[in-house]
């Protein structure tokens, strides 16, 4: 039994009955998107779960398409699954041992869920091997099947803002290994100080589908394997090895305000291994930047929060800054926003507190050349992939571009306001799960403090879960940029630009593609409201 479910303008969701058709779907689906014939060539990235396959589009013009071959292939689905045996089964070795100090803040709670001891809690989780079905949430995170099935628990009912690197936790037929700090809704067991993900070995992830993991306990730090990542622990980003020495053109870090990122236009195609898209939260102002200087949209722009930003030129330079209407200036003297001007060598460029909207822009023609990670120079807040963020004095090469590289005065373009934001949502694919789907888009939301580039926390009147949903848990699923994610506590989230892979809280509906750029613009404390499709 298998359906499509909508999942916004890009994208379809999947639902298959086991993880089996999940794998064997899923090879078949990356197979003939690398042939590239018509509709598959148009396939962004595939993202398997647990009873599901995420497929996403390049644009919404070529969803349909893809939308009609998916459902003739289904038609056919016994058929080559029989011809086409799962290529992501690996040879089983020698499981993989992890160990763990189980002092975790749920463990109390997963044995009274269990009516298990502590000490039984443990002995489940350690007395047999558990096996790799897939990755997502996160690079190096891998949902581990096969486990004693009294370990079944649910999540939290609101996930945690912060779960610290190396916790291991449990969610529904699931564990799991969280490779660095990040939000999560999983009941912790304990944690382990294990390398899961390290860009700079192949593969990066320790953990491949079909690999066997063991569970070993530790009662002390010295029984740990060490940790060799401070990215992986959640630290800061470390240097790139070949990062250029700067001798041409770049920019000073004076200041970075609240938070300055690099951002382009992100890393699609990495779903399956637990690496999201990330890139500019809002796309629109960030390719608004680049065309003013002459750049194409894909050059990494500094993506700058709430104003602060001060930085210094190092030879001839011709900027642009769009976004959040931040103030500009040039040695003390007013510069304009959505329009390109000339920065001379040592002049320092300052971006004020802006009146309305959250995220500026800053564009340099050549663009900032630091080195790739995957494909990108984005900096992914939550996976803690590409450049580190900016600290004062940090040198940014510019890349090779024209003295004057446009013609072009200024460019229209609607300013972010503090008026409340209405976003166009599309329903789908858990709307089943809400009492009422109308009572998001009839309910006037307010942004949280707790907001940031991993999604937009609402708050207002929680939302009901539909009779038949009530206390049920949803298998961890893929989702996308603008997902409607509803906790058990009713109090929606949509996700940003670093939002996980993967979710296990039902998404009732995906903010039009369009409008989550808008959405990225929302101050802590705006209104928003949602109006369905």
């Not at 993880?19 to 090879?27: K, R, S, T, W």
């Not at 590289?405 to 694919?429: H, I």
């Not at 949903?469 to 670093?498: M, T």
């Amino acid at each position: 039994m298998s359906a499509l479910l909508p999942c916004g303008e890009r994208a379809v969701l999947i639902e298959l009955a086991d993880l089996d058709e999940v794998l064997a779907l899923d090879g078949i689906i990356r197979a003939l998107a690398e042939e590239g014939s018509a509709p598959w060539s148009a396939i962004e990235d595939v993202v398997p779960a647990a009873l599901t396959v995420l497929v996403t589009v390049r644009s919404a013009a070529a969803l349909p398409g893809v939308r009609e071959g998916l459902a003739s292939l289904l038609g056919a689905q016994a058929l080559q699954r029989a011809l086409l045996p799962s290529t992501r089964r690996a040879a089983e070795t020698d499981a993989i041992e992890i160990p763990v100090v189980y002092d975790g803040p749920d463990l109390d709670e997963v044995a009274r869920l269990t009516r298990l001891s502590v000490d039984d809690v443990i002995a489940a989780h350690t007395s047999r091997p558990w096996r790799v079905a897939f990755g997502g949430f996160a690079p190096g995170f891998s949902y581990l099947v096969d486990g004693d099935p009294r370990l079944q628990v649910p999540r939290r009912d609101e996930p945690r803002t912060t779960v610290p690197a190396g916790a291991v936790g449990l969610a529904g037929a699931f564990s799991g290994i969280y490779p660095r700090s990040s939000p999560g809704g999983w009941q912790l067991l304990g944690h382990t100080d294990t390398v899961l993900w390290d860009a700079d070995r192949e593969p990066p992830a320790l953990l491949q589908p079909g690999a066997h993991v063991r569970f070993v306990r530790a009662d002390s730090p010295d029984d740990r394997a060490p940790s060799a990542d401070p990215a992986v622990r959640g630290g800061p980003a470390r240097p790139h090895p070949d990062a250029p020495l700067v001798t041409g053109r770049a920019v000073e870090v004076v200041a970075t305000g609240p938070l300055a990122l690099l951002q382009d236009l992100g890393r699609p195609g990495y779903g399956a291994v637990g690496v999201t898209r990330s890139g500019a939260a809002d796309r629109a102002a960030h390719a608004l930047a680049n065309r003013l200087v002459g750049n194409p949209d894909d050059r990494a722009t500094i993506e700058g929060t709430f104003g602060g930003l001060t930085l210094r030129a190092s030879g001839h330079l011709h900027v642009a800054v769009t976004g959040a209407p931040s103030p500009v200036s040039v040695d003390g003297v007013p510069a304009p926003v959505n329009a390109p001007f000339y920065l001379p060598p040592g002049a320092t460029l300052k971006l004020g507190l802006p009146a309305a909207g959250l995220r500026s822009y800053l564009a340099v023609a050549g663009g900032f050349d630091v080195p790739q990670v995957l494909g990108s120079r984005s900096t992914d807040t939550m996976s803690g992939l590409g450049p580190a963020k900016l600290t004062v004095g940090a040198l940014l090469p510019i890349g090779d571009g024209p003295l004057d590289p446009t013609s072009v005065d200024s460019a229209p373009a609607s300013a972010p306001t503090n008026e409340p934001l209405v976003l166009d949502v599309v329903p789908g694919p858990r709307d089943a799960w809400l009492a009422d789907l109308h009572r998001l888009a009839e309910t006037t939301w307010t942004v949280s403090q707790r907001s940031d580039r991993v999604g937009v926390r609402l708050e207002g009147e929680p939302l009901q879960r539909a009779p038949e949903h009530e206390g049920r848990e949803l298998q961890s699923e893929g989702v996308v940029r603008g997902s409607i994610q509803v906790p058990s506590n009713g109090q929606p989230v949509i996700f940003l630009a670093d939002h996980p892979v993967t979710g296990g809280y039902p998404v009732a509906a995906v903010v039009a593609d369009a409008d989550t750029d808008r959405l990225a613009q929302a101050r802590p404390g705006q209104q928003v409201r949602l109006r369905l499709r």
